[in-house]
């Protein structure tokens, strides 16, 4: 089946310092989403990209959906303590219809103050 | 954004025991879905629904049953509880109108002893 290689797997940081992190497929997706994940808690989406090439931001955070349909970044600039958390990246592919979803296998995220 | 809630958050129980993982969602979605997540990892699809009636098995093989019987009500039910079961369970909704984006519910943690 469709699988999403996201990368880096963790990531320690300092606050104020900018993130990036990305997701590939060797095939092409439909949709590219970003969630956060927080310790006990279900995924939050952040952004949702549904055009090849679309750059879009929320905040201090940027994404965008490659020209190509096998791959996004996403972005967070500014990096606080409370960006803490697992970033998945998701995204729907033509094969499997537009109703499941395939998942990254995340970026932990952390911040030091 | 969706408000969807599940019930309880966490469970500890013993082997051989039946239980019924609670989701429910107040937005009118049709399309429902149960993913099972193991710490730090990522989400694997194990059953979803497109409305009332409609239940389908998703990519990861899994024991438990669900049912769609009303449409704001997706249950999860595990006949006979193993520790193998032991895992995180998160239910989400989708709008048949929108796009791909699904709302996840907080979900339930879930530790079979």
């Known amino acids: 089946g469709q699988q999403l290689n996201q990368s880096p797997q963790s990531m320690f940081i300092q606050e104020g310092e900018d993130v990036s992190m990305n997701c590939t497929s060797s095939?092409?997706?439909?949709?590219w989403l970003w969630y956060k994940q927080e310790p006990g808690e279900g995924p939050v989406l952040l952004i949702a990209?549904?055009?090849?090439?679309e750059l879009t931001s929320n905040g201090r955070l940027t994404a965008q959906f490659g020209i190509t349909r096998k791959d996004s970044f996403l972005n967070i600039s500014a990096s606080i303590p409370s960006d803490v958390g697992i970033y998945f990246c998701?995204?729907?592919?033509?094969?499997?219809?537009?109703?499941?979803?395939?998942f990254g296998k995340g970026t932990k995220l952390t911040v030091n103050p | 954004e969706a408000d969807i809630y599940q019930t309880p958050r966490y469970l500890v129980i013993g082997t051989g025991k039946k239980i019924t993982l609670e989701c429910s969602q107040t937005?009118?979605?049709?399309?429902m879905y149960w993913y099972q997540q193991d710490p730090g990892m990522e989400l694997h699809l194990i059953h979803y629904?497109?409305?009332?009636?409609?239940?389908e098995k998703g990519d990861l093989s899994s024991e438990s049953t669900v049912s769609r019987i009303r449409t704001e009500h997706f249950p999860l039910t595990l006949e006979s509880a193993r520790p193998s079961h032991t895992s995180q369970y998160l239910c989400?909704?989708?709008?048949?109108?929108?796009?791909?984006?699904?709302?996840f519910g907080p979900g339930t943690r879930l530790t079979v002893l």
């Open positions: 989400a909704s989708k709008s048949d109108l929108s796009t791909d984006t699904q709302y």
């Open positions: 095939s092409i997706f439909n949709t």
């Open positions: 990209l549904y055009k090849a090439g």
């Open positions: 998701a995204g729907t592919a033509p094969r499997g219809g537009s109703e499941k979803l395939v």
């Open positions: 937005m009118g979605h049709d399309k």
């Open positions: 629904s497109y409305g009332v009636n409609s239940t």
